[in-house]
């Protein structure tokens, strides 16, 4: 018998430096040029960039009385807000305002995506600002990428180093400026000017100003795709009635430019999308809106603006990219029922529940009472006898007054009959200032029994600027 072999497969050999050039770990980093454009969502954007700036820029600078107006002394512990004068015991009110700005930001992304990072975050803000004075010292897109890839030349020498002075002058006016909320921005300016300033204001001043300078001014699109943890759980917040930056595929598919003369019926097979990629020249993240939703969105409308201008050149309706809903895609909605879906369940509950808040939260400042007192009691000696058969105990009592006036506040106890305040009754603070003050209360020795009783101080302004009532504990020894 003639023994039969099974014919083996031919095998495929893959030369290992051809798989190891096609495999690569890390992508390298392509700069990207984005191109300016002009349009409704752009001055939207400008306007916010001078809104935010202003805010930020002008508030420390605000008086208010012989003070400054937002100031957050943390050397003396104080944090005054325009009228208002808080103490660290008045950390609800930031847990308060961080819980509102949470919700303002759930709010905003389920009705229209990201806004805040579009608009008004101060990565957005300050890239934009570093952008624009790119482009007035280098020129447009075509003439920056055309001085970066060209060789080695004075031109070129004195644009970037004119550019990065201006850059570095704006990081630390911002640092400046973060560090006037701290320090009085005033004093802070005459210190500046006279070489005197501390250590720790050069040391913020030049960390916050180099970090504005590195954001804003290289790594920009970087820090919004892979540093910003709103773009990974942006999608939670999502859903197919939330308005995003949208691209109509039913109209703009197929891309193609009709040919001059071609007739009326031969040109309908094109769609409205003549592929001039404007759009993703102009996008801050370097996407291409056309391949749908991306978490590197930050909707900032500047891609609606491009293909809008491009639209009226090519004399067909606008909207091939606008803001839209998944569903009023789909269902090629009218803008009366985009509306109406907008204003859905889950958004109506979110402002339902932020608008109690910041009732609650305004209503609170308002009625809150100018007086602090915080009540500690003397460890040194914890209960003892004292001439005229009275049992003692001493306290120390941290009275905090939260108006700009002087004050003088009365101190008394309740709790047990016959229980007075033996030491001085009534003392003064300064205005903003806290000020700690030994108490005694005295007690006819035998007028209560053996163990710890409830007492209450009650510490009220003689000028009816508010009082308090603070618990302690009066001992009876067996």
């Known amino acids: 018998m003639t023994e039969q072999t099974t014919p083996q497969k031919p095998r495929t050999v893959i030369p290992i430096a ?14 990207i040029y984005p191109r300016s454009v002009s349009g409704y969502f752009a001055r939207w954007r400008w306007a916010l960039v001078f809104a935010t700036q202003g805010v930020f820029c002008g508030l420390p600078w605000l008086e208010w009385g012989q003070r400054q107006a937002v100031l957050f002394d943390l050397g003396a512990r104080r944090f005054f807000l325009f009228g208002l004068v808080l103490y660290p015991q008045d950390l609800i009110y930031l847990t308060g305002l961080l819980v509102v700005s949470a919700l303002s930001l759930f709010l905003f992304t389920a009705v229209a995506g990201r806004l805040w990072c579009g608009y008004a975050c101060p990565q957005t803000v300050y890239t934009e600002i570093f952008m624009w004075v ?5 020129g447009s897109r075509i003439a920056r990428m055309r001085l970066d890839s060209g060789d080695f030349s004075a031109e070129k020498l004195v644009k970037k180093w004119f550019k990065h002075v201006v850059w570095i002058s704006i990081g630390l006016w911002t640092g400046f400026t ?6 009085p921005i005033r004093e802070l300016a005459m210190e500046f000017l006279q070489t005197r300033m501390g250590s720790w204001e050069v040391f913020w001043v030049l960390f916050y100003g180099f970090a504005t300078y590195g954001n804003a001014g290289f790594m920009r699109e970087q820090v919004c795709k892979y540093m910003c943890p709103y773009a990974r759980f942006q999608s939670a917040m999502f859903d197919r009635d939330t308005l995003i930056v949208s691209y109509d595929t039913a109209r703009g598919e197929p891309r193609g430019v009709p040919a001059k003369g071609r007739a009326a019926a031969a040109a309908s097979e094109f769609g409205h999308c003549i592929d001039c ?17 991306q978490y590197e969105c930050i909707g900032c409308g500047l891609c609606v603006d491009a293909c809008n201008i491009v639209m009226d050149k ?9 803001y839209a809903t998944q569903n009023s895609m789909a269902g090629r909605w009218t803008p009366r029922q985009v509306l109406r879906r907008v204003l859905r369940p889950r958004v109506l509950v979110y402002t339902a529940v932020l608008g109690a808040l910041c009732i609650g939260l305004l209503a609170s400042l308002v009625t809150r009472t100018p007086l602090k007192v915080d009540v500690v009691r003397d460890r040194a000696s914890l209960a003892r006898i004292v001439d005229g058969g009275q049992l003692e105990n001493v306290y120390r009592l941290q009275i905090m007054n939260a108006t700009e006036q002087v004050q003088r506040y009365r101190i008394e106890a309740s709790g047990l009959e016959g229980l007075h305040v033996s030491s001085e009754p009534v003392v003064e603070v300064a205005p903003a200032q806290s000020r700690w003050v030994a108490v005694r209360l005295q007690l006819p020795y035998g007028a209560a029994t053996a163990g ?27």
């Open 18 to 31: 051809a798989a190891e050039e096609d495999v690569g770990l890390y992508a390298a980093h392509k700069k």
């Open 134 to 138: 790119e482009e007035k010292i280098e």
């Open 178 to 183: 973060f560090v006037g909320y701290f320090t």
């Open 277 to 293: 990629k404007l759009c993703v020249q102009v996008c801050p993240t370097g996407i291409d809106i056309r391949q749908g939703l």
């Open 314 to 322: 090519m004399s067909t309706p606008r909207g091939l990219i606008r």
């Open 452 to 478: 710890s009783h409830k007492v209450y101080f009650d510490v009220r302004a003689e000028g009816g600027q508010g009082s308090v009532s603070e618990k302690a504990v009066f001992l009876v020894p067996r």
